[in-house]
């Protein structure tokens, strides 16, 4: 089975400032895509970026990018000029491929102050 | 993108008594999945829902608490039976699109007292 660790439950950060959020996975597939949803404290639960393991580069959408280290089993999410709209839970989550299950973390809740 | 309108949005409920979620999807979509998500915790899967067949149910829960319909393309309800405080939690459906990228409703946050 798969397993997806987020081992920071709380972080914060500076308007404007960088931050970055770990996530590790364990599996034994070879394909299989990894993702980053935001839960605003609206609960709408929103895909922030979605990175495919077979590719090596790293998934960009705009002020968000992912460093996927595949060997190390590493994703983690990084947020530059952190916005306040950025505060919101944050989980990574884990698709086998031709699954369709979502396995998630236990998310990173990620507070920006002004 | 898919739109997906969740209700009831938040209800309060007495235990024993059973509540039904109601999800509707702007467009048809094969499957449905239905996540639970407690209190400061991540999103669990309950079951997936194909039209015309019976859910399918991940480990630790079963068709008698959790029973689903899948009348139709674009619809699908999770029944929450005989409510106990444990199952206060946050009641999400999902559907894909394009194979990997999820959409959700905006839950029903559910407390039974």
């Known amino acids: 089975a798969q397993t997806v660790t987020q081992s920071q439950p709380e972080m914060s950060v500076q308007e404007a400032e960088t931050v970055t959020l770990s996530c590790t996975y364990d599996?034994?597939?070879?394909?299989?895509?990894l993702f980053w949803y935001k839960q605003p404290p609206s609960r709408q639960m929103i895909l922030v970026i979605r990175?495919?393991?077979?590719?090596?580069q790293n998934a960009t959408e705009n002020r968000f990018s992912v460093n996927f280290q595949k060997a190390a089993k590493s994703f983690s999410l990084k947020i530059s000029d952190s916005q306040l709209g950025d505060t919101a839970m944050y989980f990574c989550a884990f698709m086998k491929g031709g699954s369709e299950k979502l396995v998630f973390g236990k998310g990173t809740k990620l507070t920006v102050n002004p | 993108s898919a739109v997906i309108s969740q209700k009831p949005s938040r209800d309060i409920c007495q235990r024993g008594t059973s509540l039904t979620i109601q999800c509707q999807v702007d467009?048809?979509?094969?499957?449905m999945f239905w996540y639970r998500q407690q209190p400061g915790q991540s999103l669990t899967l309950i079951a997936t829902?194909?039209?015309?067949?019976?859910?399918?149910?991940e480990s630790g829960f079963v068709i008698d608490k959790f029973p689903i319909s899948r009348p139709n393309l674009t619809f699908s309800t999770l029944t929450v039976s005989n409510m106990s405080p444990e199952d206060s939690s946050i009641y999400l459906c999902s559907v894909l699109r394009g194979k990997t990228e999820a959409f959700f409703g905006q839950g029903t946050r559910l407390t039974v007292v």
């Open positions: 829902a194909n039209q015309g067949s019976e859910a399918t149910y």
């Open positions: 990175q495919e393991a077979y590719k090596q």
């Open positions: 599996t034994s597939e070879s394909n299989y895509y």
């Open positions: 467009s048809q979509v094969t499957m």
